[in-house]
């Protein structure tokens, strides 16, 4: 992989449009949407708009109806998708080379005029508030959700992406248009096309679909049914208890909901400006908990048997990051795996890991790497993220910055950033228990 594939050129157009083609031996191919409008540039007061406008994108311009696209995609055997994030919004779709310019044609037109019309964005509106209750069941997402909450605060990272009830009740369709009109514009946007197709085709059908006088798909216009009103929730959001020993943040939900009690700690650490420290706390996280052999699934759950099971995870954004460690445990267990954990963390901080440890924690993430990039889907996915999030030069850097960690960098990693006496808990527990 250090000698792989090179990295592909970031072209702008006259528009401003940036478009990054990447040939793969794949009739599969992938055209990919990026901009940077995900929930850290919400207005004050309005969370989870930029969900919100993912889902009203689709809902068609004056020149295309709603289901068009839909329509088009179906026909060609492709499939389309988006996703929003703290720091991006994306939109993909996927086919064969012959049906590329229809589709691309059309999604461009959605995603540069979406009309946003008043009944469709009531229908919508309806269908983001019934996922917002589907989360709200979910225990383990209140509790994520609230653990960001009690580390990133008021900073846009400690709001739900969902954004909540209170805050989409209050939008309008016309300040969803105006969110649109500021922050979907071609400048604005990384076009990333992946597959077999050639550069000079790619760069062809960007100028032809997000280019003055794009085309416009011509299709029948599916008939659209009618959408079901639902009732917004009156159920309260789940009490968040905090109290604050010395360093730690302790914090406890209860919900009817939880069958099996979690244990949840978290650390922030650095974002995108510092990718590098960011893969060295991903080795952290393999070394602590990636599989059998990890230290704290060996010690917690194939020892002591303290634990169902245990997994680390480090979330890297733009303006931060932030290292969580959760364990599925009995009650009984919370107080023993919390000490025991914190046993391993000043054990990190002590000495050095062995260099066999590390050469299997490096191999992991490189053969994850690895796999991730079998796919057009894929490919589009790493170099999108990069070009809007980071630096399209990062895309491919992985593998060799993986390597490049020794055992007293990493020492001195866990010494900076993984203090076993300053951190935020959170416990889940079932409704009831004290």
């Not at 995900?38 to 689709?58: K, Q, Y």
């Not at 055997?77 to 993909?92: F, K, Q």
């Not at 679909?209 to 009103?229: I, Y």
Request: aromatic share 6%.
């Amino acid at each position: 992989m250090l000698n792989g594939p090179e990295l592909p050129e970031a072209i702008r157009l006259d528009n401003g449009l940036t478009v990054i083609h990447k040939a793969l031996p794949t009739p599969v191919i992938t055209v990919d949407v990026w901009l940077p409008a995900g929930a850290i540039v919400e207005p004050e007061g309005c969370d989870g708009v930029a969900h919100f406008l993912e889902h009203l994108i689709f809902k068609g311009t004056e020149r295309l109806a709603p289901g068009d696209f839909d329509q088009l995609v179906e026909a060609g055997g492709g499939l389309t998708n988006a996703g929003t994030s703290y720091d991006y919004v994306h939109y993909y779709c996927c086919a064969a080379e012959g049906q590329l310019p229809q589709l691309l044609a059309g999604l461009a037109e959605l995603l540069l005029a979406a009309s946003i019309p008043d009944h469709e964005f009531e229908r919508e509106r309806q269908v983001v508030l019934e996922e917002i209750r589907q989360y709200e069941d979910d225990p383990d997402t209140v509790a994520l959700a609230a653990l960001w909450a009690a580390v990133y605060g008021k900073h846009p990272y400690g709001r739900p992406i969902l954004g909540s009830v209170e805050s989409l009740e209050a939008q309008s369709s016309e300040s969803m248009r105006q969110f649109h009109r500021s922050h979907y514009r071609p400048e604005q946007m990384t076009l990333v096309i992946a597959g077999e197709i050639g550069r000079d085709r790619a760069l062809e059908l960007a100028e032809q679909c997000f280019g003055e006088g794009r085309s416009v798909p011509k299709v029948m216009a599916a008939q659209a049914g009618d959408a079901v009103a639902i009732a917004p929730s009156a159920k309260p959001k789940p009490p968040l208890v905090s109290t604050e020993l010395g360093g730690i943040h302790r914090h406890a939900i209860k919900l009817p909901t939880v069958e099996q009690p979690r244990l949840m700690l978290a650390w922030p650490g650095p974002g995108i400006d510092q990718a590098e420290t960011a893969v060295g706390l991903e080795l952290l996280t393999v070394i602590l908990c990636g599989g059998r052999l990890a230290r704290l699934v060996q010690d917690l759950r194939e020892q002591q048997r303290w634990v169902q099971d245990i997994d680390c995870d480090y979330s890297l954004l733009r303006e931060g990051g932030l290292f969580t460690l959760t364990a599925w445990l009995d009650e009984e267990n919370l107080e023993r795996v919390e000490d025991r954990i914190r046993h391993h963390l000043r054990e990190l901080a002590s000495q050095p890991i062995s260099g066999r440890e590390l050469e299997r924690a490096q191999r992991l993430l490189n053969n994850d790497f690895a796999f991730s990039l079998e796919t057009s889907e894929q490919w589009a996915d790493l170099l999108g993220y990069h070009q809007v999030v980071a630096t399209l030069p990062l895309a491919l850097a992985y593998p060799q910055q993986v390597l490049q960690w020794t055992p007293d960098a990493l020492q001195a990693l866990a010494q900076r950033y993984l203090s076993p006496e300053h951190y935020t808990a959170m416990v889940l527990l079932p409704e009831g228990k004290d």
